[in-house]
């Protein structure tokens, strides 16, 4: 590592992993299970291991090109660089930080309800406040914000296709996670759904205007 940009990418990827992980042991200490992606079944859970496989190869090939970008293991469609410019790599470090104020708000919002992954069994309270009242999934907004950042700052092709690969599944996967929430929260979630985006609200629209998304 050689300059503020990989020192930059390299403190965030510090800071959510201890976060993450911090907060799950946690709960573990007080007997919460918060890791709740592998609990669900069918297409779900096809989604949720094909986003967890995505973050993963992506954490992967980030710290190797931060530490080791001597190493050049992938095809060169893919290491071709795409974006190099002053410009891009501020934009990635702004929208990374925004994301990260994202992040930190919702899981602040939370509180004891914070979960990975949404498990139908457990039934909790439906959050709508605080950053949950502009956007129904900011966690998994977030994620999308981030690898479009590191894309931004890195410029190689391979991290726009895990980019795009992701926004794919987390879409799928919020989809079939709304099944539950409907199922489990009722009118509730619906009059929620109605009023705030899934990733995120620029107007407030009542009934009659909002047309299923």
Do not use: C, Q
């Given at each position: 590592m050689n300059s503020f940009w990989d020192y930059f990418q390299i403190a965030v990827l510090v800071a959510f992993a201890s976060l993450v992980?911090?907060?799950?042991?946690?709960?573990?200490?007080?007997?919460i299970n918060a890791i709740r992606f592998l609990r669900s079944h069918g297409r779900k859970r096809g989604f949720s291991i094909a986003v967890i496989t995505?973050?993963?190869i992506w954490v992967v090939l980030l710290v190797l090109n931060l530490t080791h970008p001597e190493i050049?293991?992938?095809?060169?469609?893919?290491?071709?660089?795409?974006?190099?410019a002053f410009q891009f790599r501020v934009t990635g470090v702004i929208l990374i930080a925004l994301g990260f104020v994202l992040y930190v708000s919702a899981w602040k919002t939370l509180g004891n309800n914070w979960r990975m992954g949404h498990d139908e069994q457990v039934?909790?309270?439906?959050?709508?406040?605080?950053?949950?009242?502009?956007?129904?999934?900011?966690?998994?907004?977030?994620?999308?914000?981030?690898?479009?950042?590191t894309f931004l700052i890195n410029g190689e092709a391979v991290f726009l296709l895990l980019t795009a690969l992701l926004c794919i599944a987390i879409h799928y996967l919020?989809?079939?996670?709304?099944?539950?929430?409907?199922?489990?929260?009722?009118?509730?979630?619906?009059?929620?759904?109605?009023?705030?985006?899934?990733?995120?609200?620029?107007?407030?629209?009542?009934?009659?205007?909002?047309?299923?998304?």
């Open positions: 992980w911090g907060r799950t042991l946690y709960e573990r200490i007080h007997g995505i973050i993963n050049r293991f992938l095809p060169a469609p893919l290491a071709h660089t795409l974006v190099n039934s909790l309270v439906l959050i709508k406040e605080g950053v949950y009242s502009i956007s129904r999934n900011p966690f998994y907004l977030f994620y999308m914000v981030y690898f479009f950042g919020i989809l079939e996670e709304e099944k539950g929430l409907a199922i489990t929260h009722g009118d509730e979630y619906e009059n929620y759904r109605l009023h705030t985006g899934r990733y995120f609200t620029f107007r407030r629209a009542s009934r009659s205007e909002r047309s299923s998304d």
